[in-house]
């Protein structure tokens, strides 16, 4: 029941994630589609544009799964769940903006096929947040979770936008593609610094 929770919390949640009926079988039952191949792998350092939108991706990435992860901690589970959905709720243009722009980065033609675990396998992120969390303890996380959430750091859209403004005399914008059709429940964010949601 709790794996049907968290696929419906995700899926509800997700501007990437497609409208519909939730299935009679939980996510993990689903079939696994095939994987696209990129056209580049990891961070691309050299060009800031792409670079900020990775990091935002991985955030937004390991934030979904904490939030999942959230569901397995009954007393922090409601508050946890409560403000990644209020968070989402503000962010989720922006999130579906970065990954468009990251789907046509990786996969240039086929970027309309991508979907969310496409991206994160391109960006190598793992497959479990607890090993992302370290020495922290999922209960510590779940407490945090509704006053990190808050920090700046979150803001996707002030983040995107002051990026946006920063390089619109130096680079040209990411090219449009269409948002990816699915939000994964595995991968904890790697990012070029190990950094965490606290």
């Known amino acids: 029941m709790k794996r049907l929770a968290a ?5 509800s949640l997700s501007g990437s994630a497609v409208a519909q009926d939730p299935p009679a079988a939980t996510a993990a039952d689903a079939p696994v589609a095939a ?17 900020v939108r990775q990091r935002l991706f991985g955030l937004a990435h390991g934030l979904s799964l904490l939030a999942a992860a959230c569901l397995d901690v009954a007393e922090q589970s409601g508050s946890a769940q409560e403000a990644y959905a209020a968070w989402h ?3 989720a243009e922006t999130i579906s903006t970065v990954a468009s722009d990251l789907a046509r980065y990786y996969f240039a033609d086929r ?9 994160s396998r391109a960006l190598a992120l793992k497959e479990d947040i607890r090993e992302a969390l370290g020495d922290v ?4 996380a779940c407490a945090t979770l509704p006053t990190a959430i808050r920090r700046p750091r979150y803001e ?3 983040l995107l ?17 269409p948002a990816p059709t699915s939000h994964p429940a595995a991968a904890a964010p790697r990012e070029p610094r ?5």
């Open 111 to 119: 970027a309309g096929d991508a979907v969310w675990t496409d991206i």
């Open 7 to 11: 696929w419906l919390l995700l899926a």
């Open 156 to 158: 996707f859209d002030k």
């Open 194 to 198: 190990n950094e965490r949601t606290q």
């Open 137 to 140: 303890r999922l209960d510590e």
């Open 161 to 177: 936008a002051a990026s946006r403004a920063g390089a619109a005399d130096t680079a040209p914008a990411v090219a449009a593609a």
């Open 89 to 91: 709720v503000r962010q």
């Open 35 to 51: 994987a696209l191949t990129p056209l580049h792998t990891g961070y691309a350092f050299e060009q800031p544009e792409i670079l």
